[in-house]
């Protein structure tokens, strides 16, 4: 068996300081003993990468060198506590956008390097799902979470903390990314989930029957398919000269999204026999899937679990939580790389006590 590393300061309280860079959001948290959130700063950019109806990758580095000294600062500072009571630092190094991912990854090698403290990697969507432990400080593995955000959609199984197996993956775009696909079409602006979220709430959502793709025996997802066919629609309703109502196109996609995300969450539940399911990223701050997804494990007699708002969308408090129960298994020291594309699956075996 493994030797487990042992942290612990002289208080008996660990902190972690957590960076995310791996999009469009600087955030550094500040959090104690893994669950308890000192600090939390998030600085977006998306009001820059509005202009561009999505995340420009070369802009959101530069975005990210310029922001981070003082979001680290921030982080501190609400926290009351000086950079050397930090006992260890965690960050994404992967997946996401490289150019942003190694500003955060330079930041929190020097840190670590400057404090000689230990150097935590954290996979993004082992963050989303970890927010849940911030939310709900008796949460314990196992159960199953759905992660549905601008990049992925994954239906995991959490076994226990930092072991994870992917059930269902998407085979084409992401939730969020056919949310923000479908708000540019109906010029509703960037991102798209929460436009679409509250014009949905005046609309009908079943108006218009868009596609539900269900794969045999597979939890996957597809949602290619349902965003081609609002495409379509919206194309043929303005050649037939007929007004189109945003608010039921709207309400009908959601509802077309978050049924099969549903589905298929409640029958991965059910495979794996657990009495619990949660919801993790930026789409599980959609207020109909936190509804359907309520509704489905009330009547499985399941516990249901997601985090506030804040938390789905990134954020370093999520970071700070996941490398907080790595920590006794995982290590990188100053050749820590990014990656753009990097599985869940197995995150200890990428790194060991060598790398330190
Ligand atoms: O997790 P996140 O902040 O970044 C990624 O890791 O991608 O997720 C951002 C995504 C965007 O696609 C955004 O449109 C979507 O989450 N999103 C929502 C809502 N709020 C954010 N989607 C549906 N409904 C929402 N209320
Ligand atoms: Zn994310």
Redesign the pocket.
Known sequence: MKEAFAVMDNKGHILTLGIES????TSVAIVADGRIVLSNIISSQIEIHKAFGGVVPEIASRKHVEAIIGVIDAALKEANVSLSEIDQIGVTFGP?LIGALLVGLSAAKTIAFALNKPLIPVH?IEG?ISANFIEYPELKPPFVCLV?????SHIVDCRSYGDFRIMGRTRDD????A??KI?RALELG?????V???MAKEGNPHAIQFPKVHFNDSLDFSFSGVKTSVLNYLNNTKARGEEIISADVCASF?RAVVDILVENLMKAADKTCYKKICLA?????????RKAAEEAALKAGIEFYRPS?IL???NGAMIACAAHYASKERRAGSNLNAFANVSIENIDGLFNKSAN
Not at 22 to 25: F, K, M, V, Y
Not at 174 to 177: D, K, L, N, R, S
Not at 190 to 194: I, W
Not at 281 to 289: H, P, Q
């Open positions: 791996s999009c469009d959001e996401g993004h989303h549905a955000s601008g990049g992925h992401a939730a969020g990314e949310f923000d708000s960037y991102p798209g989930g929460p679409i979220d509250r959601q990223g930026g789409v599980a701050a959609n207020s109909a899937l708002p789905c969308t990134d």
